[in-house]
């Protein structure tokens, strides 16, 4: 790995943290820095590794490492006790390392460690066991508030119970009432009507009593602008009268009769008023009772909504123990599965411990037969011993005579080689004197060859 995603510690660091968080008794206290540093213990890291992995899979050494498969399959399993455990481990951190980002574990980081490996290694375990530890306390306390939020779902569960039942006690009319009740949404029915039509007059009445006044008693400007043009037209009218006595009394009748004609106009008018004006007392005194009358329906309307809000808050809320209800029955049926794969897993475990048993009792067997016949070859070997150093007392004794012998070989070698010598001498004196002799006799043939 050329780029670590987690911080290489320093080995005291290491060495504190597997003390306290991953060995336990005696392994805690014996483990120090010379284990890691310069040359790593192969034994005391082979049995961090396997601590590490009962820590976070719960493997127990034993079970899990140390137990050769006794199968039809394996000849010689006691071959296989050795590398057992070494390559359970190997497999193991294979699966594991990878969650710490180390990639290129390998059997030689087992077998063969080195300082600067392991201690990137024991970084790596180190920083995700203390992400595990923040998970752990931060799903702790999910589970927590999970239970207290359970708590109060209950809670809130009775309560919602109860404001039920109440509901239904107050819903419910006694039998002795319904007819009053029925009587008094008549006569509220009754006097909505009443009212909305009484509102409705009401208002006619003063549309038309605005509308009277202002076409009766019109404003100063409007006044002000009429007299003006009244004075303009009297000032036309004086340039144009034709200064009579008998038309000036004519029109002074005219004016007076149509004085008169206003003044009568006006008294109608007071008239009318007056009457509008006790018209309009009545209506506000309507009005006032309206409102009153406005103001217990509304206060009813108000009680009807907060009625209507309550209904709705109590089916929000039966609908929510509907659903927590349901999420109680599938947390109860799924508690009821993991107990049944529970006990599923403990009858196994179980079944397995049985196996197990009868494995390790197999195994002392075996190994009981085989300390047996390690006795009898130890007493054959001690019987080997006893008969090799008689043969070596046998050997040195051949090897004593072996000299001897040599020695007298020697000394007859001498001896036959000086009465070889003597021989040589004598027989190259006797073909010497034979061939004298031949010399001799060859040139006495000669002679008598020559006289015959």
């Known amino acids: 790995v050329m780029e670590n995603t987690f911080p290489v510690y320093k080995v005291d660091d290491i060495v504190q943290f597997f003390r306290t968080d991953v060995l336990t008794g005696q392994e805690a206290k014996h483990f120090a820095k010379s284990d890691i540093t310069p040359n790593p213990k192969v034994d005391v890291i082979q049995r961090l590794y396997m601590r590490v992995l009962h820590l976070l899979y719960r493997f127990n050494p034993i079970d899990s490492h140390y137990l050769a498969p006794l199968s039809e399959n394996i000849q010689f399993p006691m071959l296989h006790e050795r590398a057992t455990p070494i390559m359970s481990v190997y497999l193991c951190m294979c699966q594991f390392l990878p969650i710490c980002h180390i990639y290129d574990f390998s059997l030689n980081d087992l077998l063969n460690p080195k300082a600067k490996r392991t201690i990137t290694i024991l970084s790596g375990i180190q920083n995700f066991l203390h992400f595990r530890k923040q ?40 039998p002795e009432q319904q007819a009053e009740a029925k009587e008094l949404a008549a006569a509220l029915t009754e006097v909505k009507n009443a009212t909305m039509q009484e509102s409705q007059e009401v208002v006619n009445l003063e549309g038309l009593f605005y509308n009277y006044i202002n076409y009766t008693f019109p404003s100063q400007s409007q006044k002000k602008l009429e007299v003006a043009t009244q004075k303009d037209e009297i000032a036309k009218l004086k340039s144009q009268i034709v200064e009579s006595p008998e038309e000036l009394k004519s029109e002074m009748e005219k004016m ?117 016949q390690y006795d009898k070859i130890h007493e054959k070997r001690e019987e080997i011993v006893e008969r090799i150093q008689i043969i070596s007392r046998e050997t040195t004794q051949f090897k004593d005579k072996m000299l001897k012998l040599r020695y007298s070989c020697n000394h007859n070698t001498e001896k036959a080689q000086a009465i070889y010598d003597r021989l040589l001498t004598t027989l190259e004196q006797y073909h010497k004197r034979l061939e004298n002799l031949v010399m001799e006799g060859s040139a006495d043939f000669t002679k008598m060859k020559a006289n015959f």
């Open 135 to 174: 998970r752990l306390e931060i799903i702790a306390a999910h589970q927590q508030a999970f239970r207290a939020d359970m708590d109060k779902l209950q809670a809130y569960a009775r309560g919602i119970k109860e404001a039920e039942k109440k509901i239904e006690k107050l819903m419910i009319i006694p």
């Open 256 to 372: 007076k009769e149509n004085i008169k004609n206003i003044k009568s106009s006006k008294e109608l008018a007071v008239e009318k008023l007056v009457e509008v004006q006790s018209k309009v007392q009545c209506a506000s005194q309507g009005e006032a009772e309206i409102q009153a009358i406005l103001k217990q329906l509304h206060d009813l309307q108000a009680s009807m909504c907060k009625t209507n809000q309550q209904k709705e808050e109590v089916q929000s809320l039966a609908a929510l123990s509907e659903s927590l209800q349901k999420e109680l029955k599938g947390l109860s049926n799924e508690e009821g599965q993991l107990k049944r794969a529970l006990a599923m897993k403990l009858d196994k475990e179980s079944k397995q411990h049985i196996r197990r048993q009868k494995k390790k009792e197999l195994k002392d067997q075996h190994v009981q037969n085989i300390l047996g």
